[in-house]
């Protein structure tokens, strides 16, 4: 027993390290656990807490902390949950009234002369480049989306993705542009006709600026064609017409669905459940001589045939000249159709479709909204026409970029006089969608979102049973804005089917190795030095392609790309012709592969030679404290379907992440044996 007054006895407190020796102090040593676990000297005494003690007060210090933190965020949601999204629609045009009425249900507020201070979401009528915009606000528009969906660029857009990927792509009806290639038509016409004299096609000229079935006609062979010197100042596209398409009630048809493209990078795609289907107003007949001019039997456009006296204005979705597409789907599984094959065609269909279409918009991001600087957030509403074959197969006729959101309709009151009625099918699918769209990028969830489906994308595609209104619910109800609304009209497909359609992005690669080497900021054309530098980097040139070829190959591609696209006075090598300088070289290194693996084999190689530079720039500015676990992909070697820790775009764009594939086993000997000495592996 110690003799010292106060001290308590040794089995009863907790060991506090040696007792005191000469010369020492009796204060007792704290032990080494921190503040919350520290001795606590009680009075004059010196005295201590039992260990259970201290840890039991240090539990309820943890639990009041924690209680205040949730304090704190529970008071920063119930501010922003109180904080009004404002919306400015003094642009909006034909969407002006959907979209009121989408802001009064949401209770936002809505601003229809425009507003000098900031607001949340600019509503654009027609393109990107309306009117300005805040960089915190979000637009409902993509530079150059106005320009891609044009039917020449559309049509080069899907074409490239054709020539890699011919089953993939065969929606699209083909195509020839005009008057450039007018001769090629001809000549392909003539061929097909010799081998096979049963054919006999019908094609359909549509101007490329044409709008609302302005301009279209068909012919049944090419000297039909309509003033060919006027085709120089006003371009064409000339399709193969679908003779056979499906018919409902003996009258043709066609499909628009709306399309929300949530985001570019990373890719990001939401389908519209129901849609409008538009019916022609005369019985189909198979195109001939005698009924070419009948545009009410062939053309199924709504601004057409709203002006024949046999369109009827319904208020019911299923009849009518204008029905909702889910009512079409119903009578189909009525008869007996597999009405979820027909949706799975169609969603494929979109995928590929905007997969062709995001090179090009990356680019026009690139120069208009570069990376690093700020500006604002892009979403857009696209309308996909749709027609069904005979066999329910469906065919892509053109992408709208400036669907019509309108939701009423002309109605004649007496003899040339007309008046706007409300139209009850309109209202019931363009309502959903424009709600549901600014339901998805409201910015007072817009970290909730990210955060809840961030969580759920690998469950769906695990396929666990959860659905894009569940995540929804679940972030509105996290952030206090929890209405009694209905389900989400709008279905996510993308990223939801990655793996099912990654493959694809290869040209997307490509754009990304052109955004890289662009140089000269504002720019959508690849200077020769640009180019000569790209080449150097890559390390493509070699005894088979010398330098001397490769100013050679820059000089005739991009002049002859110039030339196509009418840009004579202009120099440079823009994104197609840059593509094309690919396929050149991949062909002409390697030989024996189909176009798709040689460009892929091509594109692998130069995304290595890259990530190899800049992994060497970043380990020789690093400090000498960073210790970085670095990863080389040997070319050779397989990889992954999305890679995400490539990064040889970072200074582009740090959320650029190139998808890799593997590599056929041919790739050039004489690069990896180099690179194995290097001792990359």
Request: charged share 25%; aromatic share 8%; hydrophobic share 35%.
């Amino acid at each position: 027993m110690s003799q010292h007054a106060g001290q308590v006895e040794p089995q009863s407190r907790p060991f506090l390290g040696p007792g005191p020796g000469p010369g020492r102090s009796a204060q007792p040593t704290p032990p080494a656990k921190g503040k919350a676990e520290a001795a606590i000297v009680v009075g004059a005494a010196d005295d201590v807490f039992p260990l259970a003690a201290r840890r039991a007060l240090a539990s309820l210090n943890r639990e009041a902390a924690r209680q205040r933190r949730a304090q704190r965020a529970e008071q920063s949601r119930r501010r922003k949950a109180k904080r009004t999204v404002a919306v400015d629609s003094s642009r909006a045009k034909t969407s002006t009234e959907a979209l009121r009425i989408c802001v009064q249900q949401l209770k936002w507020r809505e601003f229809p002369t425009g507003r000098h201070l900031f607001c949340d979401i600019y509503w654009h009528g027609v393109s990107f480049h309306d009117g300005e915009v805040s960089c915190a606000s979000q637009v409902n528009k993509y530079p150059g989306m106005m320009e891609m969906t044009r039917k020449i660029n559309f049509s080069r857009a899907v074409r490239t993705m054709q020539e890699l990927f011919p089953d993939e792509y065969k929606f699209y009806p083909r195509s020839w542009i005009l008057p450039e290639e007018y001769q090629h038509f001809v000549d392909q016409v003539r061929l097909s006709k010799e081998n096979d004299s049963s054919w006999k096609p019908t094609f359909i000229v549509k101007p490329d600026g044409g709008s609302q079935g302005d301009g279209i006609y068909l012919i049944k062979d090419s000297s039909d064609i309509r003033i060919m010197s006027s085709l120089h100042s006003k371009p064409a596209v000339v399709q193969e017409y679908i003779s056979k398409p499906f018919l409902i009630d003996r009258v043709k048809f066609d499909i628009r669905l709306y399309v929300l493209l949530k985001s570019i990078d990373p890719l990001e795609i939401y389908i519209a459940k129901d849609g409008l289907s538009r019916f022609c107003t005369e019985p189909y007949q198979e195109p001939n001589s005698r009924n070419f001019h009948r545009v009410f039997m062939h053309l199924t456009n709504y601004s057409l045939n709203v002006h024949s006296g046999n369109f009827v204005h319904s208020d019911s979705a299923n009849t009518g000249s204008k029905r909702t597409f889910s009512s079409i789907l119903a009578k189909l599984s009525l008869r007996g159709y597999d009405v979820k094959k027909v949706w799975s065609d169609i969603i494929t269909l979109v995928i590929r479709a905007i997969i062709a279409l995001i090179p090009e918009l990356k680019v026009y991001h690139q120069i208009y909204i570069p990376p690093g600087k700020p500006g604002p957030t892009c979403f857009q509403i696209l309308g996909f026409d749709i027609l069904l074959m005979k066999n329910l197969k469906p065919v892509l006729l053109e992408v709208n970029a400036n669907p019509s959101m309108r939701i009423e309709h002309e109605q004649e009151i007496a003899p040339g006089v007309f008046e706007y009625v409300p139209s009850p099918v309109d209202e019931e699918v363009k309502v959903a969608v424009i709600r549901d769209t600014l339901r998805l990028i409201d910015p007072t969830l817009k970290k909730n979102v990210s955060q809840t489906q961030s969580t759920e994308y690998s469950a769906e595609n695990d396929g666990e049973d959860t659905t894009e209104s569940d995540t929804q619910s679940k972030a509105e109800a996290s952030s206090g804005a929890v209405q009694n609304w209905p389900p989400l009209c709008l279905k996510q497909v993308f990223p939801k089917y990655t793996r099912q359609f990654s493959y694809l992005l290869i040209v997307e690669r490509i754009a990304l190795l052109f955004i890289r080497f662009l140089g000269i900021k504002g720019t959508f054309k690849l200077g020769p030095t640009g180019f000569r530098t790209f080449i150097r980097t890559c390390k493509l040139s070699n005894s088979n392609l010398p330098m001397a070829s490769v100013d050679i190959l820059y000089i005739d591609i991009a002049r002859r790309w110039n030339i196509i696209r009418g840009d004579r006075g202009e120099s440079g090598m823009c994104l197609q012709a840059f593509m094309d300088a690919i396929f050149h070289m991949a062909q002409r290194r390697y030989k024996s592969q189909p176009l798709r693996q040689q460009v892929e084999a091509l594109v692998n190689f130069c995304e290595y030679q890259l990530e190899a530079l800049d992994e060497k720039h970043f380990l020789h500015n690093r400090t000498p404290d960073l210790k970085p676990s670095l990863t080389m992909i040997h070319p050779e070697r397989p990889r992954s379907g999305a890679v995400s820790n490539v990064h040889l775009l970072n200074r582009m764009s740090t959320s650029n992440r190139l998808l890799t594939s593997s590599l056929p086993v041919s790739m050039d000997k004489q690069h990896v044996k180099s690179m194995n000495r290097r001792g990359i592996s």
